[in-house]
């Protein structure tokens, strides 16, 4: 649209006004001053009027141009401007702060909304697991089929993406309290340092674009809450919102998986990157052939009270998880302890039906016979300071509990009777643990997009 067809200055004639009028089609003129500021608007039937109350063809436009017409500008909001042309307006001008013509919006013409630059953001949940565990790593089920129950917590990781006109690639993490710096992909893949998860997924989705990428958890690392494959999530989430053909829940947990397990080498199970991508209570079996996830369907009174019998603490003491799941993996050639990793299966079934029929007591005597279990999987998997905690708690209400994870340190998980809860957390922090509160969490990773200008002010400072 040529906009100097609807200036005219405010000196010119009539027959000029409507020669503009007749060029450009819309049936106005915008009157400027000398400085090019737009002082007024004439319409066709402006023109016609005065000339019918006498004026001359060579009388100022000026003469019939209204100083106080309707205009916008370029913040004004699409609503509005949709609202004046429904009103018996016909056209709006767009003026600058200096009252100069920057566009012309009518009823057959309204600008595109042009695509902003968006970023993306994404929160997932960490997983607490209540039995199975060990019969979610490949060398089990490959023969024998496994099975866990988890369900995820009020507690995230949490990312946030948004794309650089450059290939420079930035990644901050508070976890890491550590930044890198690159100067495209191939340079961010090969430097050293803390970073080789987040390279790790790289390098299973390569994308073709550079970025900043900004990562904080809200509880530690090496927890045993599955933190790892949480932080896969949400950073596979945000690029998914990148993605015209976007990943799946399978297929975001499989990448995850291929990231960390293949691409990084650390040895462990499948469930924790279903469980965050997924989220909610879940009962999963794992073959060969397919994993397959079975969302529990427990009455909400039921799990109010599972969640108000529950004590998270954590005993402060990190895990090296893979080293741990090693380890299994070499005790697993023992028929041995293959039989007590099925015999941990075949009591998740019976917690399952535990949960599904509201038997609280009974689960909670079921997380203990897990737990008795678990420890005998590797001799890594507890240790004398972890085996006082937990007899401890049992000595102050607890019926049962667990180590979260692989094993090692981490949180431990403890089901208590409701008039036993005080005595067991006091018992707890008496012993300098950190109780953790929490609450079942029924989503699992959520990903999303903004317009940076509707959320973001550039800073010098920032």
């Not at 106005?28 to 039937?45: K, P, S, Y």
């Not at 369900?151 to 550590?178: F, G, M, N």
């Not at 799941?325 to 007590?340: G, I, L, S, W």
């Not at 535990?354 to 007591?361: A, K, Q, T, V």
Request: hydrophobic share 40%.
């Amino acid at each position: 649209m040529k906009l100097d067809l609807f200036l005219i200055s405010e000196g010119a004639s009539l027959r000029d006004a409507l020669q503009q009028i007749e060029a450009n089609q819309h049936g106005i003129v915008l009157t400027t001053d000398l400085t090019g500021r737009v002082t007024g608007l004439a319409t066709d039937g402006d023109v016609r009027r005065t000339l019918l109350d006498g004026a001359q063809l060579t009388a100022a436009i000026a003469s019939c141009a209204n100083p106080n017409f309707v205009w916008a500008d370029a913040a004004s909001p699409r609503e509005l401007l949709l609202k004046q042309l429904d009103n018996r307006i016909h056209i709006i001008p767009l003026l600058d702060e200096s009252r100069r013509l920057t566009g012309i919006v009518s009823r057959d013409y309204l600008p595109r909304q042009t695509e902003e630059p968006v970023y993306a953001r994404a929160r997932s949940p960490v997983r607490i697991s209540f039995g199975g565990g060990g019969s979610d790593l490949t060398h089990f089920f490959e023969g024998d089929g496994g099975a866990v129950i988890n369900t995820t917590i009020s507690l995230y990781s949490h990312a946030t993406l948004r794309k650089r006109d450059d290939e420079k690639i930035v990644i901050h993490s508070r976890d890491l309290d550590a930044t890198l710096n690159a100067s495209d992909l191939t340079h961010a893949l090969v430097q050293k340092g803390p970073f080789g998860l987040i390279q790790a997924i790289l390098k299973a989705i390569h994308p073709d674009f550079g970025f900043e990428l900004y990562l904080h958890s809200d509880f530690p690392m090496n927890s045993g809450l599955g933190g790892s494959a949480v932080v896969s999530a949400v950073v596979l989430g945000c690029f998914n919102q990148f993605r015209q053909d976007r990943w799946d829940s399978h297929e975001l947990a499989e990448l995850a998986f291929q990231a960390e397990r293949l691409y990084l080498g650390i040895a462990g199970g499948w469930q924790d990157q279903y469980a965050t991508v997924f989220g909610g209570f879940n009962f999963m079996e794992f073959r060969m052939e397919q994993n397959i996830v079975h969302p529990l369907r427990i009455p909400s009174d039921v799990l109010l009270e599972l969640e108000e019998s529950l004590v998270l603490v954590d005993t402060s003491t990190p895990h090296d998880s893979g080293d741990i799941h090693q380890d299994q993996r070499t005790q697993m050639r023992q028929e041995a302890v293959r039989q007590k990793v099925q015999s941990n299966v075949d009591l998740t079934y019976r917690m399952r039906n535990h949960l599904l029929r509201g038997r609280l007591l009974q689960f909670g005597q079921a997380l203990h016979e897990a737990w008795e279990l678990k420890r005998q999987f590797s001799s890594k998997i507890s240790n004398s300071r972890l085996d006082t905690i937990y007899s401890d708690a049992l000595a102050h209400g607890a019926l049962g509990g667990k180590l979260l994870g692989a094993g090692g340190g981490g949180f431990f998980l403890f089901y208590v009777t409701p008039f036993r809860k005080h005595e067991l957390i006091a018992n707890l922090e008496s012993a300098g643990l950190k109780v953790r509160p929490f609450r079942f969490e029924q989503e699992g990773l959520r990903a999303w997009s903004a317009r940076e200008r509707k959320n973001h002010i550039e800073s010098d400072n920032l």
